[in-house]
């Protein structure tokens, strides 16, 4: 919660951001990144130097908070700060207070109410009222990640899509019936080895013009074993996250209808778990997608662009639209590659790469660009089938991020397409990003609410 103030309530701690020398004090604190000193139990200073945008606004309104420990109210001292470094401030404070306490008996430590102090509060309002829209979504992103998957069924992801009606968006769901009707082979023999049946959810955005949607695609595997090329067992409880990109396709069309955007959207929504059982499909089957492309399944741990194709074709021939962005948790070599600090990006059109980037450098959701080469094609190559779904693991190190990337361009139609490989980066790594530690990041919900808002709100560029 946040209260937009001109003086803090009683009780509040007061949080002050300190530029570098911009209030001298005999302890030696400086005011650069990451100081912290304690005024009294009633106020501290939180170094702030260097911070020249509104992202960097968004880091210390984050260190903010850390620094505020067990303190349930506080208040962000933004009083005479530019109007967007005030935003910054304050929704760096929200993201980082954030926390997921649903299934706890308690509540966890640490802000519940937070004040933002400004001269003029009515200056704020429009600004803040668009920064409240994309928080919307991010936060919405970041409870389905959260959740564990005994709870967030493909079912029951399905369902707290449909509450999204309420705010405007249309809602559709396919089951099995429907999906074997369309040919989607790839989704259906992903998720043929649970009880969870799998969905795929289109969420459609009307917009304020007549024009092709832009259209988001999700990878939601609610929980992914690997299959019968099972994953081990150190870590897979974190396999519970592999529907973030899903998560954040939704959290953008979340965003898009809290501000009413004009731009007409749609999101595509592959949800599936990836289980073990003697009806799960085996590494060697050949599969019928359904553009109607053969694929030779080679490792059933590679699901996630098995699910992609599938959804990237049917919004491709359905929607028509305008582009084409896919977010997925999709490989490890894209995290050897960039670590937790960027997404891998690929692409078949560079303006929309470099709008993409350009938006994530906005909100801090960072993107990297990657190739994907003719070779990586190449390697595709299958003997019995259209193409293989990767490379047989064990023949040494592979590029199985440009690989996957390969393989989904094969399904986009021609039409502008990007794909965000988001793994590594939809939980935060470290103790001083704008998310603690451990917990969902939303990554991917504010850069395409971002994305939209700068490359396709014009009517008169389509």
């Known amino acids: 919660m946040l209260k937009i103030r001109r003086a803090p309530s009683p009780g509040a701690l007061l ?27 009633a106020e501290r200073w939180i170094g702030a130097d260097g911070a020249s945008s509104a992202h960097e606004w968004e880091r210390v309104g984050a260190a903010c908070i850390a620094a505020a420990g067990e303190a349930r109210r506080v208040a962000l001292d933004a009083r005479g700060l530019p109007v967007q470094f005030a935003v910054g401030l304050a929704t760096g404070a929200l993201i980082r207070a954030w926390r997921f306490d649903r299934l706890k008996s308690g509540r966890s430590p640490g802000p519940r109410r937070i004040e ?28 389905l990640v959260a959740e564990p998957a005994n709870r967030l069924t493909p079912a029951e992801f399905a369902h ?79 396999m519970r996250a592999d529907m973030a990109g899903a998560a954040a396709c939704a959290g953008a069309m979340l965003a898009l209808a809290r501000r009413r955007s004009p731009c007409p959207a ?8 990836n289980a073990t059982s003697g009806m799960a ?6 599969l019928r997608m ?43 070599s894209v995290v050897t590659a960039l670590g937790h600090h960027r997404a891998g990006l690929f ?49 040494g190190p592979q590029p199985d991020a440009s690989h996957a990337a390969a393989f989904l361009r094969e399904f986009v139609g021609g039409l502008p397409w990007a794909h965000l490989d988001i793994a590594g980066v939809e939980t935060a790594e470290h103790t001083e ?30």
């Open 15 to 41: 949080l002050r951001p300190i530029l570098e020398g911009g209030a001298p004090h005999p302890s030696g604190f400086q005011g650069r990144p990451g100081e912290v000193l304690e005024i009294s139990p």
């Open 116 to 143: 933002l102090l400004v001269e003029e509060p009515a200056l704020l309002a429009t600004p803040w009222a668009r920064a409240e829209a994309a928080l919307a979504g991010a936060s919405f992103a970041r409870e």
């Open 160 to 238: 707290r899509l449909r509450g999204l009606r309420t705010e405007g968006l249309k809602v559709s769901v396919l089951g099995r019936k429907e999906l074997q009707k369309l040919g989607a082979g790839g989704l259906l023999a992903v998720g043929q080895g649970s009880v969870h049946p799998p969905r795929l959810v289109i969420l459609r955005w009307k917009g304020g013009f007549k024009a092709p949607p832009v259209a988001f695609i999700g990878k939601g595997i609610c929980f992914d074993t690997g299959g019968i090329s099972i994953k081990g067992a150190a870590g897979m409880e974190a």
């Open 266 to 273: 749609v999101a595509v929504l592959a949800l599936a778990e």
């Open 281 to 286: 499909y085996r590494p060697g089957d050949v």
């Open 290 to 332: 359904l553009g109607g492309q053969s694929v030779e399944v080679v490792d059933t741990d590679a699901e996630g662009r098995l699910v992609l194709a599938d959804a990237l074709h049917f919004a491709a021939r359905r929607f028509r639209p305008q582009a084409l962005l896919d977010l997925a948790t999709l490989t490890g």
């Open 347 to 395: 692409s078949n059109d560079p303006p929309l790469a470099t709008a993409a980037t350009a938006a994530g450098e906005v909100v801090g959701e960072r993107l990297w660009p990657l190739p994907i080469g003719e070779r990586h094609r190449e390697d595709l190559r299958s003997d019995i089938a259209d193409l293989k779904q990767c490379m047989p693991a064990g023949k």
């Open 433 to 462: 990003g704008l998310a603690a530690k451990d917990m969902p990041t939303g990554f991917g919900a504010r850069l395409l609410d971002a994305l939209v808002e700068r490359h396709f709100e014009d009517p008169h560029r389509i």
